[in-house]
């Protein structure tokens, strides 16, 4: 979503209702940021209108031991759910495999009859608010399906399955999410190649030597910083490392190096996570450097 529609989806909001705070991210949500997004909210809500992000989110979820409240309409049909609860089934265990991709293409175009969203959104709405004041019966473990042609709900009993891939005893989906389109079967499985993740002293002196535009990030805590760093490298110590994220951009070189420790390697990995993919770590840290000055 481009910048003047997220600003004017934002504003739309706060007018219906200035209340609500509405927090509006300038990006697609996949599986290298959603682990950093979900952990600020409670419970997370399905708006999305096609397969693979339910995956993304369920499992995301389900890592981070949030309710995941479920809704999906496909022209007159819709359905509700809350999945990820603590013993409750996630959307893996209800749909272990995704439906072909012919059939997940023919969603994403099949459109919806204008009133739907309203009727799943409402539905959703309500669960969450039972979930907030702990009241009711959610739909834990059921699957509410509504027929808006023949103005039918019925009821699906829905199962922890104990060998989900997610929730399972022996679950394998770990932080390092999968690639969910090419599990959806929406694109090939091919694994893109990995950008180069480390710099030696010597490589790093030399693109320093030739001033080349680079973003050198000392990571150490700002008293190391002052006792001895690299020239011309920036303090930013790794707790401080997300609110400096918009000071770079995604075409920066970007070099981390921290002591003998992984703060680097956290460092880098935060900000691969934002897609900062030209990011490498200093090998062996600012030790290696001063022994190969
Ligand atoms: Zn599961």
């Known amino acids: 979503m481009g910048r003047l529609k997220v600003d004017s989806a934002r504003d739309t909001l706060r007018e219906i209702n200035p209340l609500v705070e509405v927090e509006a991210y300038n990006a697609l949500l996949s599986r290298t940021n959603v682990l950093e997004i979900i952990p600020h909210y409670d419970i997370v809500v399905d708006g999305t209108d096609n397969v693979p992000p339910r995956y993304l989110l369920s499992d995301a979820c389900v890592l981070l031991g949030k309710p995941f409240v479920h ?3 496909f022209r007159f049909q819709g359905q509700v759910a809350v999945l990820c609860t603590k ?3 996630c ?4 749909f272990p495999a995704p439906p072909p991709p012919e059939i997940v293409q023919k969603i994403a175009v099949g459109g ?3 009133v739907q969203p309203g009727i799943i959104g409402c539905l959703q709405a309500l669960e969450v608010i039972k979930l907030i004041v702990g009241k009711g019966k959610p739909l834990i473990g059921r699957l509410l399906v509504f027929d808006g042609v023949n103005m039918r709900f019925r009821e699906v009993r829905l199962q922890k399955d104990p060998d989900c891939l997610a929730c399972g005893a022996h679950a394998t989906i770990t932080r390092d999410l999968p690639d969910y389109e090419a599990f959806c079967g929406l694109r090939p499985q091919a694994a893109s190649p990995a950008p180069k993740a480390e710099i030696i002293p010597n490589e790093l002196a030399g693109l320093l030597r030739e001033t080349k535009p680079l973003v050198l990030l000392d990571v150490r805590e ?3 910083y002052t006792d001895s760093h690299i020239p011309g490298a920036r303090s930013i110590p790794l707790a401080e490392l997300l609110f400096h994220v918009h000071e770079f951009t995604w075409a920066d070189d970007i070099v981390v190096y921290s002591g003998a420790d992984t703060r680097a390697q956290q460092a880098a990995e935060r900000l691969r996570k934002f897609k900062f993919r030209r990011t490498r770590v200093l090998t062996g840290g600012f030790q ?3 022994k190969a000055a």
């Open 91 to 94: 959307f893996r265990c209800a």
């Open 222 to 224: 700002p008293a190391e």
């Open 288 to 290: 290696s450097w001063l």
């Open 87 to 89: 013993d409750g089934p």
């Open 71 to 73: 809704g999906s309409i």
């Open 112 to 114: 919806v009859i204008g």
